[in-house]
């Protein structure tokens, strides 16, 4: 990639940005309509520490979330890969809950778990572990047959053959899940928090954008989706990188190739 | 070493990949199985493996004594080497397995690295080192626990000409020394011929044994130019010519 090509996206964004302030700033349009990016930045600055604390809440959520999906879908893999009768008791289930909307469960998951945190924090794992679950199962299933029968021929036990073959063999997938789940936990998280936010329970950025919305503050609200967007992307590169630096010190190629 | 008493194998599909085999493979041999593709020679070899059983026939080892973990070696057409463990660490793989430590087993792991020309690569990841190279490691850790039986699965078809004939080489030089008996599949009539002590000739749809050569080429590393190496691959081409379905 040129550098040219790396810098097209900044430009292309701050080419937006002025076109967007500039159309705003001619047709006059009414601020709590379409705020320009100047009256967003402002708004912004004038309420940094009440968005910046909410964000803070949401990534907790978040954090949490992935951390519980990374478990979760890792468990729920390698249980499928020990039995088939695992594997044909927990698949349809793990595709129920994946095309059953987050939305519409949320409610009663609220109502159920009574401690708020805990609340969102289940929600946004049930959006999250799937990804983990379906990559890694395909993983450990995809073991190169001829090293399976290399192990076999040596005598090694099935403990053996999980830690030293199917599991290094499946990280490459695990990984890959992982970056896929980090933004499907802060999807899930915001999702949960605005319908908390509808019962009163308003701590993370998704209060903050429904509030700015009962007040037509638009350009708060603007600022929210803003941050939010900016942590979407960081939390992706982030675990990109992570998953190159596992990948490099391991040896490995890039997702999926193991061979 | 063991018998073959009329082995034969049928797919699911209903093939029969194997029709009444019947040979010895006597200690200290090495041999060849040609044949093309689909005639069976590979299932024959995981039967060997003890990887695939026979539907009809027996395998009979000498002293009754089938193979335990370690005892057979296998080396697959690709290298089929761990990514993540370099060289080294996928040497040792078969003594792990058997609960050796890295300690004690070092010094053998080292000794069959060297003997394949891999002194000084102990350290190098798969993805650092040529094709050849990686079936280089993909020998030593086939014989690094010593086995009594070495079987080989086309090891050499995806190298380039250059590299299969130090391969060849080099392996005919091991043989020479260790005397493991080898079972090699091949579907090249000059690698059989250079290096097998006996030919089993394959031939498909059914997999049946249609010939069998002894070789006698001298037994020195300078057999690839000696002119019965000619005469034994015209030999070959002409059994081949004689047994194959048209």
């Given at each position: 990639?040129?550098?040219?090509?790396?810098?097209?996206?900044?430009?292309?964004?701050?080419?937006?940005?002025?076109?967007?302030?500039?159309?705003?700033?001619?047709?006059?349009?009414?601020?709590?309509?379409?705020?320009?990016?100047?009256?967003?930045?402002?708004?912004?600055?004038?309420?940094?520490?009440?968005?910046?604390?909410?964000?803070l809440?949401?990534?907790?959520?978040?954090?949490?979330?992935?951390?519980?999906?990374?478990?979760?879908?890792?468990?729920?893999?390698?249980?499928?890969a020990?039995?088939?009768?695992a594997?044909?008791?927990?698949?349809?289930?793990?595709?129920?809950?994946?095309?059953?909307?987050?939305?519409?469960?949320?409610?009663?998951?609220?109502?159920?778990?009574?401690?708020?945190?805990?609340?969102?924090?289940?929600?946004?794992?049930?959006?999250?572990?799937?990804?983990?679950?379906?990559?890694?199962?395909?993983?450990?299933?995809?073991?190169?047959?001829?090293?399976?029968?290399?192990?076999?021929?040596?005598?090694?036990t099935?403990?053996?053959?999980?830690?030293?073959?199917?599991?290094?063999?499946?990280?490459?997938?695990?990984?890959?899940g992982?970056?896929?789940?980090?933004?499907?936990?802060?999807?899930?998280?915001?999702?949960?928090?605005?319908?908390?936010?509808?019962g009163?329970?308003?701590?993370?950025?998704?209060?903050?954008?429904?509030?700015?919305?009962?007040?037509?503050?638009?350009?708060?609200?603007?600022?929210?989706?803003?941050?939010?967007?900016?942590?979407?992307?960081l939390?992706?590169?982030?675990?990109g990188a992570?998953?190159?630096?596992?990948l490099?010190?391991?040896?490995?190629?890039?997702?999926?190739?193991?061979? | 070493?063991?018998?073959?008493?009329?082995?034969?194998?049928?797919?699911?599909?209903?093939?029969?990949?194997?029709?009444?085999?019947?040979?010895r493979?006597?200690?200290?041999?090495?041999?060849?199985?040609?044949?093309?593709?689909?005639?069976?020679?590979?299932?024959l070899?995981?039967?060997?493996?003890?990887?695939?059983?026979p539907?009809?026939?027996?395998?009979?080892?000498?002293?009754n004594?089938?193979?335990?973990?370690?005892d057979?070696?296998?080396?697959?057409?690709?290298?089929?080497?761990?990514?993540?463990?370099?060289?080294?660490?996928?040497?040792?793989?078969?003594l792990?397995?058997?609960?050796?430590?890295?300690e004690?087993?070092?010094?053998?792991?080292?000794?069959t690295?060297?003997?394949?020309?891999?002194?000084g690569?102990?350290?190098?990841?798969?993805?650092?080192?040529?094709?050849?190279?990686?079936?280089?490691?993909s020998?030593?850790?086939?014989?690094?626990?010593?086995?009594?039986?070495?079987?080989?699965?086309?090891?050499?078809?995806?190298?380039?000409?250059?590299t299969?004939?130090?391969?060849?080489?080099d392996?005919?030089?091991?043989?020479?020394?260790?005397?493991?008996?080898?079972?090699?599949v091949?579907?090249?009539?000059?690698?059989?011929?250079?290096?097998?002590?006996?030919?089993?000739?394959?031939?498909?749809?059914p997999?049946?044994?249609?010939?069998?050569?002894?070789?006698?080429?001298p037994?020195t590393n300078?057999?690839?130019?000696?002119?019965?190496?000619?005469?034994?691959?015209?030999?070959?081409?002409?059994?081949?010519?004689?047994?194959?379905?048209?």
């Amino acid at each position: 990639m040129t550098s040219l090509e790396r810098t097209a996206p900044i430009a292309f964004g701050l080419l937006g940005l002025i076109l967007w302030q500039t159309a705003v700033s001619l047709l006059q349009v009414p601020v709590y309509v379409l705020p320009g990016p100047i009256a967003i930045i402002t708004a912004f600055w004038s309420d940094h520490a009440s968005l910046l604390l909410s964000l803070l809440s949401t990534l907790a959520v978040t954090a949490a979330a992935l951390i519980a999906a990374a478990s979760l879908g890792m468990i729920l893999a390698l249980a499928m890969a020990a039995s088939r009768l695992a594997r044909a008791a927990i698949q349809p289930w793990a595709v129920v809950l994946q095309v059953t909307p987050v939305v519409a469960i949320a409610p009663l998951i609220i109502i159920w778990v009574n401690q708020q945190f805990a609340a969102l924090v289940v929600c946004a794992t049930i959006v999250a572990f799937f990804p983990v679950l379906s990559n890694t199962a395909a993983g450990l299933a995809a073991t190169p047959p001829e090293l399976a029968d290399l192990f076999r021929l040596n005598g090694a036990t099935r403990r053996q053959t999980l830690f030293l073959l199917r599991l290094p063999a499946a990280l490459p997938y695990f990984l890959a899940g992982l970056r896929i789940a980090g933004t499907l936990a802060l999807v899930g998280a915001v999702v949960a928090e605005f319908v908390a936010s509808s019962g009163g329970f308003a701590s993370g950025l998704a209060g903050r954008i429904l509030e700015s919305g009962y007040r037509l503050e638009i350009a708060r609200m603007f600022a929210a989706l803003t941050l939010l967007a900016i942590t979407g992307i960081l939390i992706y590169a982030a675990l990109g990188a992570f998953e190159r630096m596992i990948l490099r010190r391991f040896g490995a190629g890039p997702s999926g190739e193991v061979k | 070493m063991l018998r073959l008493n009329g082995v034969g194998r049928r797919f699911p599909n209903n093939v029969i990949a194997l029709d009444n085999i019947t040979t010895r493979i006597e200690p200290g041999a090495f041999i060849a199985l040609l044949g093309p593709s689909g005639c069976g020679k590979s299932t024959l070899l995981r039967i060997l493996a003890g990887l695939d059983t026979p539907d009809t026939g027996s395998l009979t080892w000498d002293d009754n004594t089938p193979p335990g973990p370690g005892d057979i070696g296998f080396v697959f057409q690709d290298a089929t080497l761990l990514p993540w463990a370099n060289a080294e660490a996928n040497v040792f793989l078969p003594l792990r397995l058997a609960g050796k430590s890295l300690e004690t087993a070092r010094p053998i792991v080292r000794d069959t690295l060297a003997q394949l020309g891999l002194a000084g690569f102990e350290h190098a990841k798969p993805t650092e080192l040529s094709g050849g190279m990686r079936m280089r490691v993909s020998i030593a850790r086939a014989l690094v626990s010593r086995p009594k039986l070495l079987l080989m699965d086309e090891p050499f078809a995806a190298l380039d000409e250059f590299t299969r004939h130090r391969l060849q080489d080099d392996l005919f030089a091991l043989w020479r020394e260790a005397r493991t008996t080898i079972v090699f599949v091949t579907h090249s009539i000059y690698e059989a011929a250079y290096l097998a002590s006996r030919i089993i000739v394959m031939s498909p749809r059914p997999g049946r044994i249609a010939a069998e050569l002894t070789c006698t080429l001298p037994d020195t590393n300078t057999r690839r130019t000696d002119p019965a190496y000619a005469a034994l691959t015209t030999q070959v081409t002409e059994t081949l010519r004689a047994v194959m379905p048209a």
